[in-house]
């Protein structure tokens, strides 16, 4: 993975001129002043750990799976946020850690947790590092060094129980070896999130992960029904059964937790049989608004399909929008994805031509117009290929990022023109693109994209912006996250969402399981052990 960017760097593009010149006209984005960094050059903070603990910690693991070299060390800086590239970019690497380990067992993790105790060293879980809210970024304050506790050799498959139609992994396994694993079995997860190909199962858990065929298949913290966590005070080893009354439930507590109150080192999945068929369409709306209230119908009448997602006005015509999908003389309107997959009979008995026609009927009801279907690789093409876009965007001066809430359907108009509102205050003239992405009954999720042009201080820019966002989105009624998670980007917006006495309880849970503060310092809550 591309150490200042996003995936392979083999699949980097530039953009054309005609595509740039529009930039400058529009926005009046201009060439950054001076070359992105090289991975060489970008500057590091002196290893803080004494090689006494080196020596520690590799009597752990192994001396070959502790890493200290200035490239081991850079890839295992930050996540891939916007305000994450552009320091990489910039050279700046001090969030550095000072060595990388990789444990290759639930004992080793447990090991190295009381290791890290003893020594005061932060403990920084990395799955994937596709973190886009600051979810990698400890605090070292208090502690005596960091080291990012990479998850890659956990990376197993441990058993499948297709009587219970379950299935039990290791936090690193990457979401596509997980699907292939799977298929050998005639099984999927259905989890596809943009970050599919990076990702790990670990990692989608710890951020409360949803993927685009979330109606179908339900958001991964849906799926999971067991966890073993290693943290300094013990071990947890939770769910016993796919549902109890036995009190709270605690997969709650590490869902979304990322790797505050632990390290996930097992997880126990709930799959499905994979799809024979899958086929994905078009449908036009008027407007955003008529749009919201098919998909909201189709929430609460059913059926669902497995995808459905609507773009708004701005979206539409920048990115889904073609000539023969606009009447003549008219405008785009609003598009949405809407995607089957299944088996010829679901288990339901329907069969996907019926739950098309069903869902079909309803859209039809409210408005709706079939523009026609769409591969459904072409479209996954088209989301993977997405963050190879926004590097292309940062190297040309601009400043391109995403940011999502959810609410209840009443409350999702107010909390759409807040956060739109805030932005084009805060920019000034920028690009705002959304798009409804997940749907429930009781409400759904708005994804935001948002282009601007570079400041001479981009980060700042940005910040000054997000912080503003997140605030209208508090006060809107609107959650600060619906599957990024809070990181510490959102970390004091989550504490404004919680109240002081959920933050409480949250600081409570942290001193009981980890009372050096060691885990992910910073991140989640304000708690430094």
């Known amino acids: 993975m591309s150490w200042s960017g996003w995936g392979d760097p083999a699949q980097s ?14 926005l009046g984005v201009r060439p950054p002043a001076a070359p992105a960094a090289t991975l060489e050059s970008v500057r590091l903070p002196p290893v803080a750990l004494p090689e006494p603990v080196l020596r520690a910690l590799a009597g752990v693991v192994g001396e070959e799976h502790v890493l200290t070299s200035h490239e081991d060390r850079v890839r295992h800086t ?10 990489m970019r910039a050279g700046d690497g001090s969030d550095a850690p000072d060595a990388v380990v990789l444990p290759g067992s639930h004992e080793e993790v447990a090991a190295l947790l009381r290791l890290c105790t003893g020594e005061r060293i932060a403990v920084v879980p990395f799955g994937g590092g596709t973190s886009v809210v600051g979810g990698l970024q400890a605090s070292r304050a208090g502690c005596t060094g960091v080291i990012a506790l990479d998850l890659g050799r956990l990376d197993r498959l441990r058993s499948v129980d297709a009587e219970s139609m379950t299935a039990e992994f290791e936090p690193g396994v990457r979401a596509p070896d997980a699907e292939r694993l799977l298929a050998a079995h005639g099984l999927t997860l259905g989890h596809v999130p943009q970050s599919f190909e990076y990702a790990t199962l670990g990692g989608f858990a710890a951020a409360r992960s949803s993927g ?3 109606a179908g298949y339900g958001r991964f913290d849906d799926m ?15 769910g016993r059964a796919p549902k109890s009354a036995a009190g709270p439930d605690l997969r709650q507590l590490v869902l979304g937790s990322e790797g505050v109150f632990g390290v996930i080192t ?20 008027a407007s955003f608004a008529a749009g919201g209230a098919a998909l909201r119908a189709i929430a609460q009448e059913g059926p669902l399909p497995a995808v459905i997602r609507l773009s708004d006005e701005t979206e539409t015509m920048v990115g889904l929008a073609k000539p023969e999908t606009i009447e003549p003389g008219g405008e785009a309107g609003c598009l949405a994805i809407v995607g089957y997959e299944g088996r010829p009979v679901t288990e339901r008995g329907i069969t996907l031509a ?8 309803v859209l039809e009801r409210m408005g709706g117009e079939p523009v026609g279907e769409v591969p459904g690789e072409e479209w996954e093409r088209g989301r993977f290929s ?3 876009l926004r590097d292309a965007l940062l190297a040309a001066g601009a400043t391109v990022e995403t940011l999502e809430t959810a609410g209840f359907w009443a409350d999702l108009p107010r909390l759409y023109d807040a956060v739109r509102l805030t932005l084009l205050a805060e920019l000034g003239s920028p690009l705002v693109m959304c798009h409804i992405s997940h749907v ?10 948002v282009v601007t042009a570079q400041e001479d201080d981009p980060v700042a820019q940005w910040e000054r912006a997000k912080a503003a966002v997140n605030t209208a989105i508090i006060e809107a009624g609107g959650t600060i996250t619906h599957h990024h998670g809070v990181g510490r980007d959102h970390r004091d917006a989550y504490a404004a969402e919680l109240g002081p006495v959920g933050v409480a309880v949250l600081e409570a849970i942290k001193s009981r399981l980890d009372p050096a503060g060691i885990l992910n310092p910073g991140v989640l809550i304000r708690h430094s052990g």
């Open 13 to 26: 593009r530039e953009l054309p001129d005609s595509v740039l010149k529009l930039l400058h006209d529009l």
């Open 78 to 87: 930050r996540g891939k946020s916007t305000p994450d590239l552009l320091r």
């Open 212 to 214: 685009q065929a979330s």
């Open 224 to 238: 999971v029904v067991g966890l073993t966590v290693a943290t300094p005070s013990g071990d947890l080893n939770l």
């Open 266 to 285: 097992s997880l126990r999945l709930r799959v499905r049989r994979a799809p024979a068929q899958r086929l994905y369409e078009r449908w036009r709306f």
């Open 354 to 361: 019926a739950r098309r026609d069903a869902v079909a009927a």
């Open 386 to 388: 997405a963050p190879y």
């Open 440 to 449: 429930y009954e009781t409400g759904a999720s708005l994804y935001f994209t």
